[in-house]
């Protein structure tokens, strides 16, 4: 039987390859889970409830695009959040962002451009999502180095013109994962500029824009607003996992142009699934509610002063401006984390394992990334233990 190629050079996914260096060795202390980016603070209250008064709603085909109420909830927080008005629509709800991410690529990216492979730009490293997007349409997908050199953000401007020529779509995450790079709004005016002038869009990662350290990072949609950028020139991306503690609920959203939206309605009609209709009410009430998304960022905010603390004096240390995560510079990424594990049990992700190799370099290669999603207490514990077993 024969299989596609195109996914042949796929390395295995992130946890599973960390299992492999792991799991034949013995903790070295209590185990602590820093790998995933699994919020484990407290769900908001009124799930429960909600959840209760709606089971009936498991007895019916749910809403394909998502109930009118959740829209309305989805587009008023847009409002509030962005000073931008996107009608009901312009959004879809999709099965957290993933699903989003990905089916946005099948429904938007063209077979050719200029008659040549069309290019999918995406910052290296980067959610894994975006390269498995690329290769499922056939796209060829470009890793752009985001390293400290550049802000931790992908200089998509300084391509070739004739690589810039062929790009369909590029893909941007603000914050980012995993290097808590926040794009400030000049970045996203530039990089809306480049798509106007190369002709393509920008599918915006913004799942972790409720998660900051000062200030609200700007979105692609108010610089789009300000700029007066075509509206078919963006996708936006939100989901609940981060910003509300409810990675279970896999319930998020997209925001795009007129016929962009119309194309993603379209395929999810044919190959999605719609979020159940309980989960939706779940969501329309957590997308109207603040409260919990305040109480929480102030936890991480605390976790993160904490970090700064512990890493004080450790050269090459940076702060997250936004997101949960850090990302930290090491000798070798997998030898550090095997090390950590053998000596410590603190377990956390090797950073090569989010990055490709691209011009005989893996800038992911020298770091790791620590996830910051446990209780203040065990976060303080599992950062002291990494500091002393790794920089001491």
Not at 39 to 61: C, D, T
Not at 94 to 121: D, M, Q
Not at 231 to 237: K, L, N, T
Not at 253 to 279: D, H, T, Y
Request: aromatic share 10%; net charge neutral; with cysteine.
């Amino acid at each position: 039987m024969a299989f596609p190629e195109r996914f042949s050079n796929l390395p295995d996914y992130a946890f599973p390859r960390l299992r492999k260096l792991l799991d034949a060795h013995a903790p070295g202390g209590e185990p602590i889970a820093m790998t995933i980016g699994e919020p484990r603070h407290a769900m908001p209250g009124f799930v429960g409830p909600i959840l209760a008064a709606n089971l009936s709603g498991f007895g019916v085909y749910p809403p394909n695009d998502g109930t009118p109420e959740l829209l309305a909830a989805i587009s008023a927080w847009i409002d509030r959040r962005y000073g931008v008005t996107v009608p009901d629509d312009r959004l879809m709800v999709l099965n957290g962002t993933r699903e989003g991410l990905f089916n946005a690529c099948i429904a938007l990216c063209p077979e050719t451009k200029g008659g040549k492979r069309p290019v999918v730009l995406m910052p290296n490293p980067f959610y894994q999502v975006y390269a498995v997007a690329a290769l499922a349409v056939g796209a060829e997908p470009v890793y752009v180095p985001a390293t400290a050199a550049t802000g931790f953000l992908p200089d998509y401007g300084s391509l070739p013109p004739e690589v810039l020529d062929r790009v369909a779509l590029a893909y941007i995450c603000s914050p980012a994962n995993p290097q808590g790079a926040v794009a400030p709004a000049e970045y996203l005016a530039d990089l809306l500029a480049l798509a106007e002038k190369h002709d393509f869009a920008v599918l915006a990662d913004e799942c972790y824009s409720e998660i900051w350290r000062k200030s609200p990072p700007p979105g692609l949609l108010q610089v789009a607003k300000a700029q007066g950028a075509d509206p078919e020139r963006v996708a936006v991306f939100h989901s609940l996992s981060k910003r509300s503690n409810l990675p279970g609920l896999r319930s998020g959203f997209v925001a795009a142009g007129p016929e962009s939206m119309k194309r993603i309605r379209q395929l999810r009609s044919f190959a999605g699934a719609p979020l159940p209709l309980p989960l939706q009410r779940v969501a329309e009430a957590a997308w109207a509610d603040e409260g919990h998304v305040t109480a929480s960022r102030a936890l991480y905010q605390a976790k993160f002063a904490d970090a700064d603390r512990i890493f004080a004096g450790v050269q090459g240390y940076k702060a997250s401006d936004g997101g949960f995560f850090l990302w930290l510079p090491v000798d070798d990424g997998e030898a550090a984390a095997l090390k950590l594990w053998r000596e410590t049990g603190v377990r956390v992700l090797p950073g090569a394992y989010l990055s490709r190799d691209a011009g005989g370099q893996n800038p992911g290669a020298g770091y790791i990334r620590v996830a910051l999603v446990a209780t203040p207490e065990e976060t303080q514990r599992g950062l002291i233990l990494l500091r002393d077993c790794i920089y001491g």
